[in-house]
């Protein structure tokens, strides 16, 4: 059986919507409908349409423009496309064919003679401007455009530098924010440790449970507020390079993890190379493998492994952090490196965390000229691999 002819009507009112597409499909036609520019762009790059019916009057990209960006795709180079319009003003239909229509109909849609006229011009019929009119009606509809253009800029422009503003005031928020929240917990921390040490006098088992459960509590919070504090710091500051030796590093980093991996009853593998030294931010660096770890160790399942492997090449410092965790789906892999962003998985969903870690990671590695790669697939773990290039070779 043949595939019937499609139309692709780009229209927003629904009323000759619903004409057009009853008129049509009793002729056999398949009608697509777009209601504006861009959606019927998009429709006419993946369909073949036979006939293109376009409303002048749609809002947005208006539908002179639609036309010419229409007949700038190649395979609609001979596809006939028709202006539909209600506007009956001297000069409308050659304004429509200089814009790349091929014919042109006036509404109200006269349903009776609609089938008539698309079978006419799938059929080859085209309307044509004499010669010397078109260039100046071209030379005017570029005007036109350009005028557009030069106004949708302007807009643009005031209103990303908005956006920019309110982003910095965003920023100032949370920043304030964070400072005020961080300056009493530091003090609530300071005594329940207090407590928990039995420096404020002896506690029964139920205090001293709950003493741990609040230092726990305000413990992760004070993870979280430095995360916010240190992902507005790091985007506002330039990084300051030092040469340093990785493993210097490292090797507290690897300890204080070792004791976590204890205490969480999970194995930690540590696989080093000799390293040379490199040009790096140290605080940013140190921040770049705890949170990698950090997320390692959070999102593993009872029982598993996290392993780092630090290899170094001529040009560039390798670091790789594998965990056997609850894995990251595919479709996942760009987003978690969004600022806030977090995965709402069931396994995941019992971890306190901001969904900065990533973010932070990131920007680390990229304001080091750096990469960073993941591999994951869920419930089988989740391979991060950073790659940090020596500055001075090839700078
Ligand atoms: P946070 O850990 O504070 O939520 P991150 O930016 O570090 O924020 O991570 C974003 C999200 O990516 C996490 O919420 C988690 O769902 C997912 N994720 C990060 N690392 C891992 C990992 N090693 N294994 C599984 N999921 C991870």
Known sequence: MSQPTQILYIEDNPDNQRLVQRVLS????QVVIAEDGPHGLALARTSHPALVLVD???????????????????????????????DASPGS????????????????????????????????RRERLPETMETELLRSYNQKLVERLEARVRELTIANAQLQDLDRLKDQFLAT???????????????????DRGMLGPLNPQQEEA????????????????????????RSRSLNFVALQPLDVLRPLIAMFRERAAQAQLQFDVTLSDTQPIEVDRSAFEHLVRNLLDNAFQYNKPGGKVRLIVRDEPTRLIMRIEDTGIGIAPAEHEKIFLPFYQVDHSLARGHPGSGLGLAIVRHIVEAHGGQIALRSAPGEGSAFTVAIPRRSVGA
């Not at 208006?62 to 539909?84: C, F, K, N, W």
């Open 26 to 29: 009793a002729r056999g036609y």
């Open 56 to 86: 002048l009057g749609i809002p947005g990209l208006d539908g002179y423009e639609t036309t010419t960006r229409l007949r700038s795709l190649p395979h609609m180079q001979g596809v006939p496309i028709i202006a539909l319009t209600a």
């Open 93 to 124: 239909r050659e304004r429509a064919l200089v814009a790349g229509c091929d014919g042109y109909l006036s509404k109200p849609i006269d349903a009776r003679a609609l089938p008539a006229q698309i079978a006419e011009f799938i059929d080859g």
């Open 177 to 195: 924010l964070s400072h005020e929240l961080r300056t009493p917990l530091t003090s609530l921390l300071g005594y329940l440790e207090l407590f």
């Open 211 to 234: 003493v741990r459960v609040m230092r726990r509590s305000g413990e992760i919070l004070a993870r979280q507020l430095n995360n916010l504090l240190y992902f507005q710091e790091i």
